[in-house]
């Protein structure tokens, strides 16, 4: 990775010290002065320790080759910031493309769903935005990269971190097949259920569209659909019914989202015409609140 700038190094720091997300904010931005004077000179023991963290987590991030990406630099992808609570900053391997469409489902699908995904992600001619996690997940990011897309995982552990670890060869074949691992987390924190909710936002708004295959009630990709609706992106759910493992998509049919056939083309057809359709979203005029 670049050198780090002072700049940087003070906002990991205040992220060490627990600063709230919206102060963050201003400091990624330059807006918080006494904020970034405080970090920068206080000799307390323990703003002297987090400034500590702050060299360790960046010498953790460049042994990587990870790059910390802040909300004022281009590459910051845009549909974050239709969130109301963006991330200051991202930490990421690999290179993020502006745009994509999320894919998502449950960590234990059925073979049909998870082939359906996996060929869903292959033709869809965009880069494919998942979370690195069991089932569709991995049936998606690895459809993407045998069609030569790119794709996107978004974690909720911080980098240096697998979750779950039996993805570890997943994440580095994403990183050096021209996609990214992203997470808004300090390096080498753990998972937490939290953690993996506030990754599901940052799925949603990435994606110019979602498509749930295949989900249970409960499963996490209900909460990325949740947000997706809040976001007003395009949901699509695939048409399917039977046990359990449908019965998420039974639930987004009822709160909305656009049913999809069980046979890709038609499926990317329908998809395609919708997103065609769908107004632009806010992100094109939050875009000078970066600077």
């Known amino acids: 990775m670049d050198v780090i700038s002072q700049d940087e190094l003070l906002l990991f720091a205040a992220a060490y010290l627990h600063v709230p997300s919206r102060r963050l904010r201003a400091l990624a931005r330059a807006q918080d002065r006494d904020l970034k004077e405080w970090i920068a000179g206080d000799s307390s023991r323990k703003v002297s320790h987090a400034r500590h963290q702050a060299r ?3 010498q953790r991030l460049k042994r990587l080759h990870a790059t910390i990406v802040t909300i004022v630099d281009e590459s910051y992808p845009p549909g974050l910031l239709d969130l109301d609570e963006p991330p200051a900053f991202l930490c990421v391997r690999g290179t993020l493309p502006s745009d994509g469409i999320a894919i998502i489902g ?3 699908p059925t073979a049909e769903a998870a082939a359906f995904a996996g060929e869903l992600a292959a033709k869809c001619g965009v880069p494919v935005i998942s979370g690195l996690a069991l089932g569709i997940d991995a049936a998606a990011h690895t459809g993407a990269m045998d069609a030569g897309l790119p794709t996107i ?7 240096g971190i697998t979750y779950p670890p039996e993805h570890h060869a997943l994440e580095d074949e994403i990183v050096t097949r021209s996609g990214a691992v992203a997470s808004e987390r300090l390096p080498d924190e753990p998972v937490t259920k939290s953690s993996l909710v ?3 936002r940052l799925q949603a708004a990435h994606a110019r569209a979602t498509v749930l295959v295949a989900s249970e009630i409960e499963g996490g990709a209900m909460q990325t659909m949740r947000f997706a609706k809040d976001l ?6 695939l048409d399917a019914s039977g046990g ?3 019965a998420g998509n039974a639930q987004a049919r009822g709160d909305g989202a656009i049913a999809i056939p069980f046979a890709v083309e038609a499926a990317l057809e329908k998809i395609r ?3 065609a359709r769908a ?3 806010v992100r094109t005029t939050r875009t000078t609140s970066r600077a």
């Open 279 to 281: 107004p632009s979203s």
């Open 232 to 237: 007003g992106r395009p949901r699509f759910v």
């Open 56 to 58: 360790e987590a960046v």
């Open 106 to 108: 449950s960590r234990t």
């Open 244 to 246: 359990p493992e449908y």
């Open 273 to 275: 015409a919708t997103v």
């Open 198 to 200: 506030h990754r599901d």
């Open 153 to 159: 995982a978004y974690v909720g552990t911080g980098l």
